[in-house]
């Protein structure tokens, strides 16, 4: 029964905030559009750290929103972290044609040759291994997604905003009036 009323919460402020946030904001449906499309697409790299300074540079450099863009980014979390990746991971092993890392794979991880440069060079391959399919899927996954956000929301935002207003900018709160009193 708590868990029901969670989700109810959880959708009743998902709902206020995609109301709200993004349908009611003061951009046209093309900048919040890609705003969401860069947070998707940033959300499926694995920049994590580096997602929300990573999103507000991409909206800022195509003049796309970035508020909704660096909150988006919030998919991808640490609940959220093995859903997303070794999904993404699993289809860049498949594009680039690679088995899977093995049990002894993990066993030799345990014990890298001696030396100071064979033990670099060791894990730098170990870390290629995993890393070049992550990457790879990731990219993949995330131009798939954010191509299909941008696309889904800019007809959404459209048609909500015609039926709403008739217009696809949100009308003014205030009438623009000049200080000196010449009507405009």
């Not at 860049?92 to 890298?112: A, D, K, N, T």
């Not at 959404?156 to 000196?180: E, F, N, S, T, V």
Request: overall charge positive.
């Amino acid at each position: 029964r708590q868990l029901l009323l969670r989700f109810r919460m959880f959708q009743r402020r998902l709902r206020h905030f995609v109301i709200h946030n993004v349908l009611h904001a003061d951009d046209p449906p093309h900048r919040l559009a890609l705003g969401i499309a860069i947070g998707v697409f940033v959300a499926f790299t694995p920049t994590i750290g580096f997602q929300m300074v990573l999103a507000v540079f991409l909206a800022w450099l195509l003049g796309a929103n970035k508020i909704i863009g660096a909150t988006l980014v919030w998919i991808s979390n640490p609940a959220t972290i093995i859903p997303i990746y070794y999904p993404c991971y699993v289809v860049g092993r498949f594009i680039l044609r690679q088995r899977g890392v093995s049990f002894r794979w993990w066993r030799e991880l345990g014990s890298p040759p001696e030396g100071w440069w064979d033990g670099v060079v060791f894990y730098w391959n170990r870390f290629t291994e995993i890393a070049v399919p992550l990457w790879v899927g990731c990219l993949l996954v995330a131009i798939i997604l954010g191509y299909l956000s941008y696309r889904a929301s800019l007809s959404a935002i459209c048609i909500y905003r015609m039926k709403r207003w008739g217009q696809l900018m949100p009308p003014l709160a205030k009438p623009k009036r000049h200080d000196r009193g010449v009507p405009q």
